[in-house]
């Protein structure tokens, strides 16, 4: 917004040359102009189209539509979702505040695909399979809302180009799944892998001291082993089985493909091809893209079959149209739900604004008390997504979740992985919620201390100390680790692994022992955490908002006005931090995080962890932290 300043001055009021001295022209004025129009070019560039396209297929570029058109032509568009990323979170660009395609979240898919079936101006909907970085625990909850679309009688069509197990299995949904001549399918099973460093820590003379409690608490091992040890080994096994269970139950019941048939001709072959896919019955065509999108069109009636573009929607146009928001104005205003997400790693201190999505305690802390002193929020779900971190960070922001649970209720609502720090926070709320294929439990704390005294030997390098005391180098990591030192530091992660104990039983009503044989350091899914009393019922985000809704005395069927915490930044606020980066934040990103980008995305997840994890090791030698093979899902 500009203010136009009214100047009272006449021509004859201004002094002349003659009788005034010629003024120079204010200091801040070149700067200024420079600024607006370094703000105007960055303001063009958000607001210009510039949709990347996802890794491996071309995005499509369609028209925006207009829902009443639609309605007026009683022609019923077709939903389009290019499945590539749906984060839970997101923090709208510049370019959306200003007209640009809005971001989808996971969230919002699932509120779309349940507004568009009961909307006459949709007619179906187009998966377009494009590689995808969900979890199984979300991806499976986004079946379930596929599948109840298309059990509304709407048609729901997939194409998959290139994919694995992940991208097939969400297209299973599909009334039809199609692929192109060329297309090719990772079918082949499940497998888990991890790297261990030993051998390269030993060239480098660097050594770890790791302790684990208990014998499933396997996050330290690639520092100290160089294979999964036993109980790893058995717990990757189960985990795996679980999920391989669960695909072939899948494939039986929507291809009706028995799994000794899957087992004997599909697995066993590795990369599939479409002729021999459909001559299993494990699509129902091959076809390019043009050939399905006309089907589409005859499907929807169109004359002209060309116009299909023009009725295809992507679900971020859909969230802003007409049929949307009437539904939001249905929402009761008051009481409403706070839905407050904590994605990533549990840090100490506050969050790196360059880093990838974490839990930092202070600003999580304040992130809470906004949520819960919110005077039209009735409950609060705390969305988790968390491998674990920090300690430190773990017990203040589960202490914080204790004092608000005094105030509102709150539910956990675990997502694709809630394990170790991330369970321990869940243990804060009054209803824990885990899907079933949820990565949960992992009870336990691992003890990481480097050692770099043999780096020293090699470069030849001496220490010398001078003291106060003897203890005044204690365990540092220049010196070798003494048996006392040890002893001392183990005693203190144990009683950290004990306190972890008492609070799961604590919120449990389960006796130590009891806890203990649950514990381990073992990772749960859902669904057995939920046969061990380790969370209270089974299902996803929706289950999450029903249960809130209920203890709200809202009607099941009435929408729910939604609070989104961390809240979303303002234009200016975005402006403002455009215009004020620092030279050596950049620097910082583009030396760590873009070096890590250049990473496929699921090793980009783990590298990423990695580092947060060896970053909160430089602080606390006791962590409570997943597995790093875990963390890519």
Excluded at 119 to 124: K, M, R, S
Aim: hydrophobic share 45%; aromatic share 10%; proline share 7%.
């Amino acid at each position: 917004m500009t203010t136009d300043f009214p100047s009272r001055q006449t021509p004859a009021d201004f002094p002349t040359p003659a009788s005034s001295p010629r003024r120079k022209t204010p200091w801040w004025i070149p700067p200024a102009v420079v600024l607006g129009l370094l703000a105007l070019a960055t303001l063009l560039s958000v607001l210009l189209p510039s949709d990347t396209p996802p890794i491996g297929l071309p995005r499509l570029t369609f028209p925006r539509i207009d829902l009443t058109l639609q309605t007026a032509q009683h022609k019923p568009a077709v939903l389009l979702l290019e499945l590539g990323d749906l984060p839970e979170w997101h923090q709208p660009s510049l370019g959306e505040f200003f007209g640009a395609t809005p971001h989808v979240t996971f969230c919002d898919a699932l509120t779309a695909l349940q507004i568009a079936q009961h909307d006459p101006n949709i007619g179906g909907l187009y998966l377009r399979l494009t590689g995808s970085t969900l979890g199984w625990a979300r991806q499976e909850e986004l079946w379930d809302a596929i599948d109840a679309f298309r059990r509304s009688g709407k048609f729901v069509y997939a194409y998959l180009e290139f994919g694995s197990e992940g991208e097939y299995a969400l297209a299973l949904a599909a009334d039809s799944i199609f692929m192109p001549r060329e297309g090719l399918l990772e079918l082949n099973g499940f497998a888990a892998l991890g790297l261990f460093f030993p051998g390269l820590l030993q060239k480098l003379g660097v050594e770890y001291y790791v302790e684990q409690f208990e014998e499933y608490k396997a996050a330290g091992e690639p520092l100290a082993r160089r294979s999964f040890s036993p109980a790893a080994r058995e717990n990757l096994r189960d985990l795996l089985q679980h999920r391989y269970r669960h695909f072939v139950s899948r494939i039986e019941q929507r291809r009706g493909i028995p799994e000794t048939t899957l087992r004997q001709r599909v697995f066993r072959q590795g990369l599939q091809e479409p002729d021999s896919l459909q001559a299993w019955g494990l699509i129902d065509g091959i076809v390019h893209e043009t050939e399905l999108l006309t089907l589409m069109a005859r499907r929807l009636q169109l004359r002209d079959t060309a116009q299909i573009h023009k009725h295809l929607l992507r679900f971020g146009r859909y969230l802003t149209s007409s049929a949307v928001r009437r539904w939001k104005q249905k929402a009761a205003q008051r009481p409403a739900i706070a839905l407050v997400y904590g994605l990533g790693a549990i840090v100490p201190g506050k969050a790196d604004p360059w880093s990838e999505p974490q839990i930092a305690a202070e600003d999580f802390i304040k992130t809470l008390r906004a949520a819960a002193d919110d005077e039209d929020v009735g409950a609060i779900i705390l969305r988790i997504d968390s491998p674990g971190g920090s300690v430190l960070a773990s017990d203040a922001i589960w202490t914080e979740l204790r004092r608000i649970a005094q105030r509102k209720p709150i539910y956990a609502s675990m997502g694709d992985v809630a394990a170790s720090g991330g369970y321990y926070l869940a243990l804060g709320c009054d209803t824990l919620i885990a899907h079933p294929s949820t990565l949960t439990g992992s009870i336990g704390v691992i003890l990481a201390l480097p050692n770099v005294a043999g780096t020293l030997h090699k470069l030849g390098l001496e220490a010398d100390t001078v003291l106060t005391n003897p203890e005044a180098f204690f365990a540092h990591p220049f010196f070798p680790y003494e048996k006392a030192a040890k002893q001392r530091i183990h005693a203190i992660a144990h009683g950290i692994y004990e306190r972890f104990l008492e609070k799961v039983a604590l919120r449990r009503q389960m006796d130590r022992e009891q806890v203990r044989k649950r514990a381990r350091g073992r990772v749960w899914t859902g669904e057995e955490a939920w046969h061990l009393g380790l969370v209270d019922t089974l299902g996803g985000l929706s289950t999450a908002l029903a249960l809130a809704k209920q203890r709200l005395a809202i009607p099941e069927d009435q929408p729910v006005a939604l609070r989104i915490f961390p809240r979303h930044k303002t234009p200016w606020e975005l402006f403002l931090e455009l215009v004020n980066s620092e030279e050596t934040a950049a620097e910082g990103r583009s030396t760590v995080a873009q070096s890590v980008s250049v990473l496929p995305p699921r090793l980009r997840s783990v590298a990423r962890y990695v580092l947060q994890l060896w970053h909160i090791s430089l602080r606390e030698p006791v962590m409570m932290a997943l597995p790093w093979w875990m963390v890519s899902q």
